[in-house]
Nanobody, 125 residues
Framework: QVQLVESGGGLVQAGGSLRLSCVAS????????MGWFRQAPEKAREFVAA????????YYADSVKGRFTISRDDAKNTVYLQMNSLKPEDTAVYSC??????????????????WGQGTQVTVAS
């Protein structure tokens, strides 16, 4: 069983920064693409960022490009999402997800098989 546990969310003022972390259990991280998604109240889940299994390829939603950075540390079974210049519209529950083995980054939720419970990010104006 694969478990993904997010942390690092919280309340921040507009223009501020947060770094989210997602730790994967066991031998379920190395070799897999990883992604971050978010869901705001009464809105559909949307793609945020993804990173390929090797870390050499990343993909971002237009709404976060230039402000967010996804990275991974395979030695720590962890994927990160550095969020800068936060805006109130970034408020949502952020979840990480595990993608396909040896695959590139993908914005499609259907390419991910395990999901974390999420961490709340609230950006005050």
């Amino acid at each position: 069983q694969v478990q993904l546990v997010e942390s690092g969310g919280g309340l921040v003022q507009a223009g501020g920064s947060l770094r989210l972390s997602c730790v994967a259990s066991g031998r379920s991280f190395d070799g897999y693409a990883m992604g971050w998604f978010r869901q705001a109240p009464e809105k559909a889940r949307e793609f945020v960022a993804a990173i390929s299994w090797s870390g050499g390829n990343t993909y971002y939603a237009d709404s976060v490009k230039g402000r967010f950075t996804i990275s991974r540390d395979d030695a720590k079974n962890t994927v990160y999402l550095q969020m800068n210049s936060l805006k109130p519209e970034d408020t949502a529950v952020y979840s990480c997800a595990r993608g396909r083995r040896f695959s590139s980054s993908s914005p499609s939720p259907g390419q991910y098989d395990y999901w974390g419970q999420g961490t709340q990010v609230t950006v005050a104006s």
